[in-house]
């Protein structure tokens, strides 16, 4: 995981006058890139239901959940991401980032609450003979619909399976986006997967993450900025 300085921008953001009163300050801000790497091995089908997408993001949760464990901007934001009845240091902070759908709670990191937006650079390995790689271009294609879909938060319970509950430690459960349109790039690279015996329907997945700021916010600068 780490950060780069590579970009410039301007904001505009409020300074406390000696009256109390609020008055706009135009800073320059060189904006950093957060950039960590997550990766899934298994079924990654070109057609999918429900059930196959939310068993993807809970194999990406705890990647998730220990990138907000770990990162020091997102360490001490943990009020983002806790639910209600959870003793919390900023009441008002309080789950700006979580969405409620069939009683369970999900925590997002790329959100519009942050002004957030992400690239993924994508590498797919694939157990396929030579030259398959290109033939089944097509069911690349659907294959990554299914991921981008597991990687953002459900948008109702239709795509949650009716019989699960998250456990402990997956209250919240994490994804990386709030709504798949915060993609704004997408490089993906296929290749052959060289694990003997392995099993032609499964994949193994880099996804690199790119987490970029629309623009800089109070919230997104421990995080970019």
């Not at 993807?56 to 943990?78: C, F, G, S, V, Y």
């Not at 019989?163 to 990386?176: G, I, N, Q, T, Y």
């Not at 690279?189 to 060289?194: S, V």
């Not at 499964?202 to 970019?224: M, P, S, Y």
């Amino acid at each position: 995981m780490k950060s780069e300085l590579t970009e410039h921008h301007l904001a505009l953001l409020l300074h406390r006058r000696q009256d109390g009163s609020y008055g706009p300050v135009l800073i320059c801000c060189t904006m950093r890139i957060m950039r960590f790497t997550l990766t899934y091995s298994g079924r990654l089908p070109s057609s999918s239901n429900a059930g196959v997408k939310h068993r993807i993001r809970l194999d990406l949760h705890p990647q998730l959940k220990e990138l907000w464990n770990t990162h020091p901007a997102l360490a001490e934001k943990q009020d983002w991401i806790t639910p209600p009845n959870v003793p919390v240091l900023r009441e008002e902070e309080r789950g700006v980032l979580l969405k409620e759908v069939g009683g369970n709670y999900f925590a997002t990191l790329v959100n519009p609450y942050l002004r957030l937006y992400t690239e993924l650079d994508i590498l797919v390995l694939r157990p396929e003979n030579p030259g398959a790689l290109i033939t089944h271009s097509g069911d690349i294609d659907n294959q990554l619909k299914t991921l981008f879909d597991a990687l953002r938060r459900p948008v109702d319970t239709s795509e949650v399976p009716k019989a699960w509950s998250s456990l402990a430690d997956e209250s919240p459960l994490h994804c990386l986006l709030d709504d798949d349109k915060l993609i704004t790039r997408v490089s993906v690279e296929t290749d052959r997967l060289l694990h003997p015996g392995a099993d032609p329907k499964d994949v193994q997945v880099t996804i690199r993450v790119a987490v970029k700021g629309f623009t800089a916010a109070w919230g997104n600068l421990g995080l970019i900025g």
